[in-house]
């Protein structure tokens, strides 16, 4: 199954989206980023993508914060 991952990076003091090494946005909020990012991600795993949205950590790590077909959507809150 093909793969879409949408990470959630910082830049400066606004967020973008990562997808496959272009950035999108900026968003004011990392929250406004991340709706954005799960909106997307729900329409590629609905067209056949294993889709995951990360979140970059201020250590630089990344950690999965919604991923198709195992966390609700729309997300609560």
Do not use: C
Request: charged share 15%; proline share 8%.
């Amino acid at each position: 199954m093909p793969q879409a991952r949408y990470a959630i990076i910082p830049h400066g003091n606004q967020w973008m989206i990562n997808i496959d090494g272009k950035n999108y946005g900026p968003y004011s909020t990392q929250s406004a980023a991340l709706r954005d990012a799960v909106d997307t991600a729900q329409k590629a795993g609905v067209g056949g993508f294993e889709a995951q949205v990360l979140v970059q950590e201020g250590d630089g790590r990344f950690r999965t914060q919604w991923t198709y077909g195992t966390d609700p959507y729309p997300p609560a809150g």
